[in-house]
């Protein structure tokens, strides 16, 4: 039995079938395996699951190169406008060369390979209204998608990953867990050192939100101008460093029951007492 998914803007508003490749040493099966399988740090080409975070990488201006059905799936016309899906190169794949390209990892029932935008670089954060949210030490990629997308949801100016583990912004996992808005902002792989080095470049205030502060967060709505807002593992919490260099240093008002929160829900939380005052920062630091 064959499914039906929309797919925004097929020519002519038809249903189309194609031939299912079933030989895993075709050239096409190479190719997406050879994506899965990079480690590279600035790879040329990446993939991204599920229609939804297609569109949301389309609309944010990632070029796509090609779609991919698992077999069964059947395309159909739906209502928005992304109409470079008409003019994908589209194929269709097994189920057994899926599985083996997949293997125990999540298997895509749809999904594209896309042209990797330039990885992002603090310098941008400058040009960008809103606060930056930093993560130091933070490897849970569910948590950093969660992040990401609550920071796009605020109009942050962007996301900063200390010690993250990753290899590059566009890995697999994080598209899927930030629901494609890890294209909608940038998300900036950087060290402790030159993370340091640029907040005391640009003069940005730099908050920590940490278990034990004396200050409530609810001051936080008070300061003018962009804000770093530092977050850290539940685990290890912040680097001395990053704490060094805090200008203001905050915690969660909760029960005493508790320890700490998740960092997903921190963030939100700090991010909402930052727009919560209206003072939503414009760009007011040395360029």
């Given at each position: 039995?064959?499914?039906?998914?929309?797919?925004?803007?097929?020519?002519?508003?038809?249903?189309?079938?194609?031939?299912?490749?079933?030989?895993?040493?075709?050239?096409?099966?190479?190719?997406?395996?050879?994506?899965?399988?990079?480690?590279?740090?600035?790879?040329?080409?990446?993939?991204?699951?599920?229609?939804?975070?297609?569109?949301?990488?389309?609309?944010?201006?990632?070029?796509?190169?090609?779609?991919?059905?698992?077999?069964?799936?059947?395309?159909?016309?739906?209502?928005?406008?992304?109409?470079?899906?008409?003019?994908?190169?589209?194929?269709?794949?097994?189920?057994?060369?899926?599985?083996?390209?997949?293997?125990?990892?999540?298997?895509?029932?749809?999904?594209?390979?896309?042209?990797?935008?330039?990885?992002?670089?603090?310098?941008?954060?400058?040009?960008?209204?809103?606060?930056?949210?930093?993560l130091d030490g933070v490897r849970l990629v569910g948590n950093i998608g969660a992040i990401t997308r609550t920071s796009a949801g605020f109009s942050a100016a962007g996301l900063v990953l200390l010690e993250s583990g990753l290899r590059n912004a566009f890995d697999r996992r994080l598209i899927?867990?930030?629901?494609?808005?890890?294209?909608?902002?940038?998300?900036?792989?950087?060290?402790?050192?030159?993370?340091?080095?640029?907040?005391?470049?640009?003069?940005?205030?730099?908050?920590?939100?940490?278990?034990?502060?004396?200050?409530?967060?609810?001051?936080v709505g008070g300061i003018r101008g962009r804000m770093a807002l530092v977050l850290g593992s539940e685990r290890n919490g912040l680097s001395e460093q990053l704490d060094g260099i805090a200008s203001y240093k905050y915690s969660i008002p909760m029960s005493p029951d508790l320890e700490s929160?998740?960092?997903?829900?921190?963030?939100?939380?700090?991010?909402?007492?930052?727009?919560?005052?209206?003072?939503?920062?414009?760009?007011?630091?040395?360029?």
């Amino acid at each position: 039995m064959q499914e039906t998914i929309s797919l925004r803007d097929r020519p002519n508003g038809m249903e189309e079938e194609y031939a299912a490749i079933s030989d895993p040493h075709h050239p096409i099966v190479r190719r997406i395996n050879d994506v899965l399988r990079s480690r590279a740090s600035r790879p040329k080409t990446i993939l991204i699951d599920d229609l939804e975070n297609i569109d949301q990488a389309a609309r944010s201006g990632v070029r796509l190169d090609s779609l991919y059905l698992t077999e069964g799936l059947q395309l159909s016309s739906g209502d928005g406008a992304t109409p470079m899906y008409g003019q994908l190169p589209t194929y269709t794949l097994s189920h057994a060369v899926t599985d083996g390209l997949f293997g125990g990892e999540k298997r895509a029932r749809v999904f594209a390979l896309a042209e990797a935008p330039r990885p992002a670089r603090l310098d941008d954060l400058s040009g960008r209204d809103g606060d930056i949210v930093v993560l130091d030490g933070v490897r849970l990629v569910g948590n950093i998608g969660a992040i990401t997308r609550t920071s796009a949801g605020f109009s942050a100016a962007g996301l900063v990953l200390l010690e993250s583990g990753l290899r590059n912004a566009f890995d697999r996992r994080l598209i899927r867990a930030s629901r494609g808005l890890v294209f909608a902002l940038p998300v900036v792989l950087a060290t402790t050192d030159e993370f340091a080095e640029y907040v005391l470049r640009k003069r940005t205030t730099v908050g920590t939100l940490t278990a034990h502060a004396a200050e409530s967060l609810e001051s936080v709505g008070g300061i003018r101008g962009r804000m770093a807002l530092v977050l850290g593992s539940e685990r290890n919490g912040l680097s001395e460093q990053l704490d060094g260099i805090a200008s203001y240093k905050y915690s969660i008002p909760m029960s005493p029951d508790l320890e700490s929160l998740n960092v997903s829900v921190s963030a939100g939380i700090a991010l909402y007492e930052r727009n919560r005052s209206g003072q939503i920062p414009h760009i007011t630091t040395a360029q």
